[in-house]
């Protein structure tokens, strides 16, 4: 069966550090894969989306890398600060644009 | 231009009941998804409603059912509540078209808290 494993861990790093988060999935063929951030008692926000065929995105501090032939996503936070502390999830889609959410990882930065 | 709206916001029920949750997507937004949110399972995919038609569906049981009105207001049903139906349900809507495979980034409401005593 599909299959999205994210860091179950937390992750905790120190203010200007770079945080990696990493999506790995099995069993699928995504078309493309987003990336939200959801926060306490909050829905998730949309950050970044990427198509099978791109290597990488970038959006201010945000950058994120997709690789189809590891199936494997990473989302790096440069010069990272504590309000991007907050779960991330990373979603893929298929060709019938059904979202499939991985569990998320929790982002902890400190200052 | 106002966001995803869900109401009601809490709600505790008793095993046995039903209830219905409701959703107005961001204007101009034609699909409207759901999902179910626990700790142990995560974000899980209900189904999404595209011009009034159920287009996807997820892996729940048909005691989950919904339904989306002419100006895409949506609704979500759950009959014979168990236990393990308390979670946090998120309404999303999105710029989806009718070819129902492109990209379009999820607005997702703040949710309703369900619990089921």
């Known amino acids: 069966s599909q299959k999205i494993e994210q860091n179950s861990e937390a992750l905790n790093i120190q203010e200007g550090k770079t945080a990696t988060l990493t999506c790995n999935y099995t069993?699928?063929?995504?078309?493309?894969l987003q990336w939200y951030r959801q926060d306490p008692g909050r829905g998730p926000v949309f950050l970044l989306l990427?198509?099978?065929?791109?290597k990488e995105k970038r959006k201010e501090r945000l950058k994120v890398t997709f690789d189809t032939t590891l199936k494997q996503s990473l989302f790096h936070i440069t010069a990272s600060q504590p309000a991007d502390s907050a779960t991330y999830l990373c979603a893929l889609a298929g060709n019938t644009g059904k979202l499939i959410f991985g569990q998320g990882t929790t982002l902890q930065v400190k200052p | 231009k106002a966001g995803v709206t869900q109401t009601p916001r809490y709600l505790i029920k008793t095993r046995g009941q039903q209830v219905t949750l409701s959703c107005s997507p961001i204007?101009?937004?034609?699909?409207v998804s759901w999902y179910q949110q626990t700790p142990g399972q995560g974000l899980q995919f209900l189904f999404e409603?595209?011009?009034?038609?159920?287009?996807n569906k997820g892996n729940f049981p048909g005691r989950f059912s919904g339904r989306q009105f002419s100006n895409s207001r949506s609704e979500m049903n759950v009959s014979t509540l168990e236990l393990g139906d308390s979670a946090l349900y998120l309404c999303?809507?999105?710029?989806?078209?009718?070819?129902?495979?492109?990209?379009?980034?999820?607005?997702f409401g703040p949710g309703t808290r369900l619990t089921v005593t």
């Open positions: 204007s101009g937004h034609r699909s």
């Open positions: 069993n699928y063929s995504p078309a493309y």
């Open positions: 409603y595209f011009s009034e038609t159920q287009r």
């Open positions: 999303a809507s999105s710029l989806s078209t009718s070819g129902g495979a492109s990209p379009y980034e999820q607005y």
């Open positions: 990427i198509r099978e065929n791109e």
